[in-house]
Every structure is written in C-alpha cells, then in structure tokens.
C-alpha cells in the first residue's frame, strides 16, 4: 500500500502539479502550490512577476525574510529570479486542519528598501492514510438489542483535509452488522453499526469484523481497525454529555496540573450500567502533549507548557461509555490567550560599516528590523537609541528602521562607536530587548600635520663635523595610517647666496636636522630655514616650521696685532722725549681677534724688554707707559717684545715687538749710522745710505718747522705723552667693524700723519698733539729695516749683549 501510495503520489506531482499567480495590488504576489514540493522546485519566477532587474537582485541584497523568523520555506535563486521550495512543506504540519493553509514571507530589497509582501497558498495531498484512535475497537451489545439498533464506533482520522480526508467507510461481510455513514455539521464522517439480525449470547458471545476508512484522495489511501463485537446482557442505555460543546479560554502561562474544563456525562440506567468513564478519542499530537483527560472525574488539565505563539487553539473529542459500551461524545474547544512573554526580537538587516568620516548627516549607514511574536498590544515595539551617538532611528517600512546619521563624524575625535539599540513592547509589563551595534568610522585625510612647535631654534658650535644632529623637529597628524604618516623635508631657499640643501638635511621620517657643512662664526652667526611636514594622503595635507640654526663662537682665531705693523711690513719705531716722566704715554699696541665674546678679550704682556722696569703695558688697553722718569742712564734704543693674548679656552695669543728710541731731537739719531748692522739685515747697508742722503735734504727743511713749533709751546716743558699710535683704515681688515669693547682700537684717540721717505719697509712716526697732556715729537725719520736692526739690534738682544 505505502509503494502504491509513493507512486501516486509522484503521479499527482507530474499531472497535477499547478501554480496559480495572483497580483494582490502594491506589488503583492500570491502563489499557489501542492504540498510536498521537492526542495529546489520552482514556484513561479518572482523578479518577472515583479519586473523586477534580475542583474540587480545580488546587487540589492535580494532575500526572503519569513515572518517572526520561522523557518524559511522558500528562498530565491539570484540569477534567474526563480521563487524555489528550500524546504519540506507539510500542510498538516504547518496548518493542521485548518481548510486555508497560508504561508506569508516578504521580499526585501535593499538600496533603496524595499518590502514585497509574498503569500503562498499551500493546498492539501493526499499523503496521509485514516488512522483510528485504537487499533481494535471493543464494543459491547446487549444481547436483548434489536433488529435496526445502531452501535456508533469510533471514527477515523485522516490529517488531510477535504476530498482528500476519511469519505466512507467499509465493513467485512457478515450476517448481524451492516454498516451506515454519518456526517457530522463540521464535515467529519464516521460509522454506525446497524444490527440487522439480533443477537444471541448463548450462539455467539463476540465477533471480530474488520472495519476499513476510505479517504477520497487519488490515489486513495485506506486504514483499519477490528471491530471486537461483545454480547453483553441487556443494557439499553448510553451516557448523554451535560453539553455538546464545551469551550475554554486559557492563558499561555498557566502552570501545570491547572484544570481546563471538565466534561460531565450521565446514565439513565442503574447499578453497573449506569459508570461512566472518559476517553479522548480525537486530539492532535500538540494536543496530547499539553493536555490530559481524567478517565473517572472528566477533568481536562494541563500537563505541558502552552505556547500562544505555536498554537492559539486545541479542539479535541471527548468520548463518555457506560460499563457495557454505550458510548456518546461530546466536542472540547481550547482558547490560547496572549501573554507578554516574549521580548521585541532586533534583527540587524544591513550593516555600512566602516562609515566615511566625511559622509553628510542624514545618511542612512543600516536597517534594523524589529519583531514580537506576541499579539496586538503585546506586540507594538517602540524602538530607540541612546542619547550621545551622532545617529538616529527613522522608521521605515512596516517594522524597519533606517539608522542614520545625525550630525558629522570625526575619526580623530571618535572612530568606533557602540550604539545600542533598545525595543520595549506595549504589554503590561511592558518587556524590552537590547542590541549593541559596532559602527567603526573609516579615515579620510582632513588633518595636515601640526608641528609640536611653533618655530624651532637649533643651538651648534662652529667648526661642527659634517653629518652632526643639529636638532629635531616633530609634527603630530591625528589621521590614520597613511593619512597620518608624516615625512619631513627642508623647504628650498638660500643661506648666503648657497643653496640650504648645503647647509642642512633633514631624515625624512624622523626629523632629525643634520648640518650637510662645517660652519664658520666668522662667515656668518645664524641663519634660518623652513621644513615641511608632509602626509601620506590622497592628496597630501602640509604645514611648514621655521627652524633657527644659532652658530656659536669657537675660539679658533688667535688675535690679529694691527698695530705695529707685524714685521715683513713696514717698521715703526717711536720717538719717546728724554724728559718723559713716570705714566706718560708711549704708545699704544692694537689688536683685534675675529671672534666674539670672551674668546675676543684680549689682554696685553710685556714678555721681554731692554730694560724691564722702564716701561709698562695695560693689560686691557694695550698703551705703553713709563714706569718711571727717563734718566741718562737708560738706553737709548728700547725694544719690547709685547704679547696679546685672548680669553678662549685655550687661549690663543700672537706677538709684536716695539722699537723705540730715547731722544729729544734728530740731532741724535744720525749717530746711530755708525752701529754695526745685524748680519741677516747687513745686505740692506748700501739702500739705506742712499736713502738718508736723499731725504737728507728734506729733513732739514722739517726740523726748522719742528723748532719753530717747539718754541711756541716753551711754556708747556712737562707733558705726557698721550698721544695714540695714526693707523691707516688699511690696516683694518672688514671684518672688525666692532671691534670697540673686545679690541683696543678707541674712537678716543686722535691720529694725524706720517712722515716718509717712501720706503715700505720702515717708519718712524711723530704724534701732534691734541691735549695737554700730549708729548710733542720733534722729529720722524723714515729708516729701512736693516738701519733700525742695526740701531735695536735683534728681539731677542738684551742691551748688554749688543
């Protein structure tokens, strides 16, 4: 039979199998299909009956969403639009005995959303055979019934509904029962005995007759149960229920052992004929795990958990039969009532995460779905956010929420948020459920990078190596990765007429400044450059800092004497008067030094002399003064051998020598002519005759001007001699324009002119007064170098030697 039963049913399939397509109206669809669809068969094309692109549906998230999320029947092929069965679909399962079985899904579409409401009309096979309560179906006649009595017996069962459930039934041949078909108001059939030749107990005490249920499916499926016929004694009365119908309501929370109805049935007859007991004869298998029938009192009670959401009603027949089987039956009708026990169920649709931190405010970034199984007012969700979050929740279509965004976002300010989402039904109480959505916000280059300072100042000493950290510059750029990676370079420019990439380098990705050369205080004492900072993003963001680079001074320059002339050039020597007194000015030793600070202090030494308690020196000012009064005692030719040296660390120092002769008048000077000449200078004899006897002349002229100046200042005989040493702006280099304060050179003194003979190997020089306090001199006479040798003799000659 079941063989019989398969390949019918596969009969059915192949010519019977139909879809209807109905167009509802706002592009509802309803479809209409048999039962027991193999999984992958197609419904009808459902982007055609739609119009809708079918290149689109994978693009637009395309997808069937069942109500409540139950299990998904159906699903939707993306590339050809097909509606197809993804999933076994049994009528009696999903709907019982419900004549209309509907199952309703929606199709959603995304970018823009967009819902279809689907419903698919499932129509009943016949799958299913009649089935009785009990295998063996034991009645009990009296043996005085008679002829026409009628015995009813329970029916069959058939979950298919319709044509397609119990139509007849039939009853082995024999000689007491025929059998008669009732309909009952709800549809059901079900077999009556008819006694068509009385019973006799003492010629047969049972019968077994097999009883067959009929539906009227094609192919048609049958199902049995004996008939146990027991003749009893006379007993001519059966139970009547109080009620046809008993009907309940109960709540889906009721705990168990609660009692439901109870069901009451009566008998007129007396004694053992008059007991009743219960039976349920026709309950579903739902039914019979939640509800139990107490056989002697009639209580139905509750013995396991409702749920109003699986199932909102239970009808059941309840059998009554008298102790020698006069049965009746009575229908029991259970209501489900709606509970609150289910909270609002959030269902994240779609998700754009990350977010651009540059998108607009009103952007729509997911779709929240929300559901409560529970009906009416138990399931009406009101759905929020918390306070705090740049987003909101709009409300969509039907139970769909868009969340968007409210206001912009900063990356560097917030880049994930956790945003929950809160549904709280209308029940009372009222439940309520959360979501936790991870939003992460995605970078976009909007930040330049910011240097830590406003402007850099770098401190190096001259005479630096080459390659030496000047120092280090950094700029902060809250982006993310490439946006945020940094990378230094020096800003083109010129320092000193150069290039800046001679000077300095920059590491492009720490910021560390390298001088490129060694610098020279003397060349130049600061300078500054500029360095970018740039990103790594698309495009690049940028922002500049100057940097100062500070040269400090190195004492690497040894003092320059500017005054005497260092020897090579030309030979000065003064003319200091016999009658100079103790503190009188001789002269003056000048000298700069190229460097700054305390590496230019200079101070002066008299590191040998002829006679060495004659004359002193300053020490910062370098003029040359007797100690004491010239006698007649001292020497004529007085040669100092002055050091200057400056106050670096170590200390740098040169030297000079000063030549000078003690003489009132030039009277004395030619006496001079007959010392004996230096050997190195000896070479130099025969120029220097020639010459004195050329100017020979000319200095005779001179002296008569020197009397006639000498006698008007007759009145004056005791002077110091505090006039300075006359140096020509030639001897001054460039570079020692400030030398006031760090060298000697003062604007104090007054210089006047030379006298020569034109040689430019020696001087001998004449101070005008411009005080009272000057000493006058007489006479200037230009020799060569080799006659003043010959006169001082050698630096290094003390005048005992020579």
């Known amino acids: 039979m079941a063989h019989n039963g398969c390949a019918a049913l596969g009969l059915l399939f192949s010519v019977a199998f139909f879809l209807q397509l109905l167009h509802i109206g706002n592009g509802d669809l309803s479809y209409s299909v048999p039962e027991e669809m193999k999984r992958g068969s197609v419904i009808g094309n459902i982007a055609r009956d739609l119009r809708l692109n079918v290149g689109k549906l994978s693009a637009r998230n395309a997808r069937i969403d069942s109500e409540l999320n139950r299990k998904r029947y159906c699903d939707i092929n993306l590339n050809t639009g097909d509606l197809i069965v993804a999933d076994r679909i049994d009528r009696e399962t999903l709907c019982g005995e419900k004549a209309s079985c509907v199952l309703a899904f929606e199709l959603v579409l995304e970018a823009p959303l967009e819902l279809h409401r689907v419903s698919m009309q499932i129509h009943d096979i016949n799958d299913n055979h009649p089935v009785f309560t009990k295998d063996e179906i034991r009645i009990e006649i009296n043996e005085l019934a008679v002829k026409g009595s009628r015995f009813r017996v329970f029916e069959a069962h058939d979950v298919d509904i319709g044509q397609n459930a119990v139509q007849s039934y039939l009853l082995e041949a024999n000689n007491y029962f025929a059998l008669k078909i009732q309909s009952k108001s709800d549809g059901g059939k079900f077999a009556e005995l008819v006694l ?273 950290t000047l120092c280090s510059v950094t700029a902060r750029d809250p982006d993310w990765r490439q946006n945020g990676t940094v990378i230094y370079s020096v800003l083109p420019g010129e320092v000193n007429g150069a290039p800046v990439s001679s000077y300095v380098s920059v590491n492009g990705d720490t910021g560390v400044i390298h001088a490129v050369r060694s610098f020279d205080y003397e060349q130049f004492r600061s300078f500054k450059v500029h360095v970018m900072a740039r990103d790594n993003g698309s495009p690049p963001l940028s922002s500049n800092v100057s940097v100062s680079v500070f040269i400090s001074d190195v004492n690497d320059n040894s003092p320059q004497i500017l005054y005497p002339a260092p020897e090579g050039k030309s030979l000065m020597t003064e003319l200091v008067p016999k009658a100079a007194h103790g503190g009188a000015l001789v002269s003056k030793v000048i000298a700069v030094d190229a460097d700054s600070g305390q590496n230019a202090w200079l101070s002066y030494h008299i590191v040998k002399s002829t006679d060495p308690g004659l004359f002193t020196i300053g020490v910062h000012s370098g003029e040359i003064r007797t100690q004491r009064d010239i006698s007649e005692s001292d020497s004529m030719k007085q040669n100092l051998i002055v050091a200057v040296k400056d106050n670096g660390q170590p200390s740098l120092s040169a030297t000079c020598s000063m030549y000078l002769l003690i003489s009132d008048n030039l009277a004395e000077v030619p006496e001079l002519k007959d010392i004996s000449y230096d050997e190195k200078n000896s070479k130099l004899t025969s120029y220097l005759i020639i010459a004195l006897v050329c100017v020979s002349t000319f200095f005779l002229t001179f002296i008569i001007i020197i009397l006639g100046v000498r006698f008007c200042r007759r009145r004056k005989p005791r002077l110091l001699f505090d006039g300075a040493v006359a140096i020509p702006s030639a001897y001054l280099p460039p570079n020692y324009a400030d030398v006031d304060g760090t060298g000697t050179l003062r604007s104090t003194y007054n210089y006047d002119a030379y006298l020569t003979t034109g040689s430019r190997t020696s001087d001998f020089k004449f101070v005008t007064s411009y005080s009272d306090n000057t000493l006058p001199a007489d006479q200037t006479l230009k020799k060569s170098p080799s006659d003043f040798a010959e006169v001082f003799g050698p630096p290094d000659e003390s005048p005992e030697e020579k």
């Open 196 to 468: 068509d030749k009385e019973l006799d107990r003492e010629e047969q005490q049972e019968l077994r007759l097999v009883l067959t249920a009929l539906d009227g499916g094609s192919p048609q499926r049958t199902g049995t149960a004996t008939v146990h016929v027991i003749v009893l004694d006379a007993n001519d009365n059966a139970p009547v229920f109080s009620q046809a119908l008993y009907e309940a309501k109960l709540p889906e929370n009721s705990p168990l052992d609660t009692v439901v109805v109870k069901v009451a049935a009566t008998d007129a007859d007396e004694g053992l004929n008059s007991e009743v007991t219960y039976e349920l004869s026709r309950i579903s298998e739902k039914g019979r795990r939640v509800f139990a029938l107490n056989q002697t009192t009639g209580e139905i009670k509750v013995i396991g958990p409702l749920d109003f959401e699986e199932e909102v009603m239970y009808e059941m027949r309840v059998n009554a039969k008298d102790r020698y089987g006069l049965t009746s039956d009575s229908k029991v009708i259970i209501g489900i009532t709606d509970v609150n026990d289910n909270p609002p169920e959030i269902n994240l649709k779609s998700l754009s995460s990350p977010v651009p931190e540059n998108v607009s405010p009103g952007t729509e970034v997911g779709i929240i779905n929300v559901q409560d199984r529970d009906s009416e007012t138990n399931g009406q969700v009101r759905c929020s956010i918390q306070q705090g979050v740049p987003f909101k929740l709009v409300p969509s279509i039907k139970n769909y929420y868009s969340l968007v965004t409210t206001g912009q976002l900063d990356r560097e300010l917030v880049s994930d948020y956790n945003i929950t989402i809160t549904a709280t039904d209308e029940g009372s109480p009222p439940l309520s459920s959360s979501k936790t959505v991870q939003l992460s916000v995605a970078d976009i280059n909007d930040n330049p990078p910011v240097f830590e300072e406003q402007s850099y100042s770098a401190y190096v000493s001259e005479n630096n190596k080459p390659g030496s």
